[in-house]
């Protein structure tokens, strides 16, 4: 999915949480966000899966312009906050079933499907555990499940690496992350791991205070020097929180 932002601005009050961020990701990107506390990374994936509204600006998925009442584009894109919202009294499998019908996909085929992301991520044993049982950790694999069983086209992944994922969910979830980029879709994640960032990322933003203050391709970063005053934590020092 292509996605293309044109002066994106969400404001609450006088406070702006975006301020005017233009960008253009063409398909198949894994691309990271980063940014102080506050600097906007939320706010910039909320509005992305609309969740919340811009206050001014354009977004357009596949050159459509993409409005929070359109459905069919939503369905096209999961959003997964570091702390996923779920029912508390259904199963994994409720969970999973759930998900599969408001995306509109449960459709032949997908039992196996279902199978295979609870069997990748260890969680074939929790299946009909309700999910207010679970552990914050094994709660975002159920989450992440579901979006391995709908495939969406667009990613949204809210600090996917500070969730609670241990070793082998982490593991699941950036080899589908580099497959679904491969086949085409678009995965967008927010970090404050600049090591992760660096490596697992074909396009970093800077966001800062709101704007879009820096991009760097893999190969950009592939050619900054590890340290000194030209590696990329050197050039991210002068994004620093303001003084009171």
Same mark, same amino acid.
């Given at each position: 999915?292509?996605?293309?932002?044109? /002066?994106?601005?969400?404001?609450?009050?006088r406070a702006r949480a975006l301020d005017g961020v233009s960008l253009t990701l063409p398909p198949g990107r894994i691309v990271a966000v980063i940014g102080l506390n506050g600097?906007?990374?939320?706010?910039?994936?909320? +509005?992305?899966?609309?969740? *919340?509204?811009? $206050?001014?600006?354009?977004?357009?998925?596949?050159?459509?312009?993409?409005?929070?009442?359109?459905?069919?584009?939503?369905?096209?894109?999961?959003?997964?906050?570091?702390?996923?919202?779920? =029912?508390?009294?259904?199963?994994?499998?409720?969970?999973?079933?759930?998900?599969?019908? #408001? =995306? !509109?996909?449960? $459709?032949?085929?997908?039992?196996?499907? #279902?199978? &295979? @992301?609870?069997? !990748?991520?260890?969680?074939? %044993?929790l299946a009909e555990a309700p999910l207010g049982t679970l552990s914050r950790g094994q709660a975002y694999k159920a989450a992440f499940a579901?979006?391995?069983?709908?495939?969406?086209?667009?990613?949204?992944?809210?600090?996917?690496? &500070?969730?609670?994922?241990? %070793? /082998?969910?982490? @593991? *699941?979830?950036?080899?589908? &992350?580099?497959?679904?980029? &491969?086949?085409?879709?678009?995965? #967008? =994640?927010? $970090? /404050?791991?600049?090591?992760?960032?660096?490596?697992?990322?074909?396009?970093? +933003?800077? #966001?800062?205070?709101?704007?879009?203050?820096?991009? =760097?391709?893999?190969?950009?970063?592939?050619?900054?020097?590890? $340290?000194?005053?030209?590696?990329?934590?050197?050039?991210?020092?002068?994004?620093?929180?303001?003084?009171?």
């Amino acid at each position: 999915m292509q996605l293309e932002l044109h /002066q994106l601005t969400k404001a609450y009050g006088r406070a702006r949480a975006l301020d005017g961020v233009s960008l253009t990701l063409p398909p198949g990107r894994i691309v990271a966000v980063i940014g102080l506390n506050g600097a906007g990374k939320t706010t910039l994936l909320r +509005c992305l899966a609309g969740i *919340v509204a811009p $206050t001014r600006g354009e977004m357009r998925f596949d050159g459509e312009v993409f409005r929070r009442s359109r459905l069919d584009l939503r369905r096209r894109l999961m959003f997964l906050p570091d702390f996923p919202v779920l =029912y508390a009294h259904l199963s994994t499998l409720q969970h999973l079933a759930l998900m599969l019908r #408001i =995306y !509109e996909r449960d $459709t032949a085929g997908v039992d196996e499907a #279902i199978l &295979a @992301a609870l069997g !990748e991520l260890d969680l074939l %044993p929790l299946a009909e555990a309700p999910l207010g049982t679970l552990s914050r950790g094994q709660a975002y694999k159920a989450a992440f499940a579901a979006l391995l069983a709908v495939r969406p086209e667009l990613w949204l992944l809210d600090e996917p690496f &500070a969730s609670g994922l241990d %070793p /082998q969910g982490l @593991a *699941v979830l950036k080899q589908h &992350a580099r497959a679904a980029a &491969a086949a085409g879709a678009t995965v #967008i =994640y927010s $970090t /404050q791991i600049l090591e992760i960032a660096e490596k697992f990322s074909d396009l970093l +933003c800077v #966001i800062d205070r709101g704007k879009l203050a820096a991009t =760097y391709t893999r190969e950009e970063l592939a050619a900054l020097p590890p $340290t000194g005053p030209d590696s990329l934590e050197m050039r991210l020092r002068q994004f620093r929180e303001p003084s009171p």
